[in-house]
């Protein structure tokens, strides 16, 4: 039997203006997705599908303007939402009406629509901005990177903040257009296909489009005078190459790695399975950074990757994310591991193929050269806090595990893993144990302890765990174990996890 409610009178003074009856429901988007590790990141409330981002940069004053049109679904009645971004804002509409907007926390954008969002339905949300992304910061840092020619927006994990407003999360993956207007002469480089160029009054305008599902972090703006190189794989995936025309002495070192870009991602494929992206290629702008990144389809490279010469692994790595971080990207940022557990991990198979030393004689290696007092081992690759999210430990530690995991697995179902979970988590998010159940599926074999010992332990396993495990801990003891001749190379890449 249905009761008549008596309605209080602020509810009864809002049904008469026709919202709906269950606008007690309606309330603020959450300012943050709810990742333990960096609470404020992203924002609760919606869901973001594409992104529209019709920008103008001018290199020589750093000055960015645009219109960002985000098409999105709402997951709660809301009365008001927030965006993470930090430039200035001059109009927000929602569904075609101006809406009001207010600044708070360290990135928010409060968007308050004129008319509260009812659950389960599309907003259409357009921001119109302009400023200077090296003039603000957040946390009291920028990840904005200037270069003599231009500028480059590519961080982890965050980067978007300098330059679009977006739900800031690897959780809310969306399509994107990016269209930029620079300076003739200057080029504008982002993800997916260059569908398209314009001149006019003396500006370019390079559309850029990535069709499948994409991380805000991977998503990356670099403008300045490269050189695009253009070709296609063996395996036909399209490969879109730029490089700084004043890269200098490492110039030649960086094309003799990022070049072969095809050749690896074909590579790859036969360990991953087809690759999931319409195109493929990297970027190396003249940054004074050291790290790389896996931007989806276009990789950010630093000119110092290659100061010792031209470093293959390093693009294996960054490659290697595509499926391990791109395609399937992490639930929350404990997740790490199953993006960077498994991009080292590839760095060894790369070793293995060159002849340089195999994954086992590399997880050997890593097992015995960090003696048991190592601060190393301190270190949980499944798990191991925002302020070693890119420990060296996450990374050899962490493809420690995965050698582990083959030798207790056998090669067999490690490979049909390693081929299965793109497949199984394709343009989703999953986290390290969605892995753990999917290869204890795979192997038919309880991996809870196994894990439990070699991503979470916060010591270093001990002999009779690790020669479970395949490795070989007599020898470690006696500090018997060679050097891998890749071993050189592969730790060229660990400046990615330096700031
Ligand atoms: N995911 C990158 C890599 O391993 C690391 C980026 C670390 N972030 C940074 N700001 N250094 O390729
Ligand atoms: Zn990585």
Sequence with gaps: MHRRLIVPGALAASLLLAIPASAASYAPGAPGIGDPYYPAYGNGGYDVSHYDLRLTYQPTTDELEGTATLLATTTQDLSRFDLDFLLDVSEVRVNGAKASFARSGEHELEITPAKPLAKGTSATVVVRYSGVPSTKSAYGFSTWHRTPDGAVAADEPESAWWWYPSNDHPLDKATYDVSVAVPD???????????????????????????KPQATYLTTLAVGKFDITTGTSDGGVPVVNAYSKDLGDNDGAARASVERTGELVDWLSGYFGPYPFSSVGGYVPNTTTGYALETQTRVYYSPRQFANGSNTSVVVHELAHQWFGDDVSLKGWKDIWINEGF???????????????????????VYASHPADDAFWTVAPGDPGPDDQFDIAVYDRGALAVQALRDKIGDDAFFAVLKGWPKEHAYGNASVDDFRKYAERVSGTSLASFFGTWLFQPSKPAAPAARNAGLAPAQAAKGAVARPKSWKKIAATDSVHSR
């Excluded at 002469?185 to 390079?206: E, F």
């Design 343 to 365: 991009a080292r991990y590839a760095q060894w198979l790369w070793s293995e193929h060159e002849g340089e030393g195999t994954a086992q004689e590399l997880a050997d290696y």
């Design 185 to 211: 002469g200057t080029q504008a480089i982002s993800n997916g296909t260059l569908q398209s160029t314009s001149s006019r009054l003396g500006w370019t305008r390079w559309n850029w489009r990535s069709n």
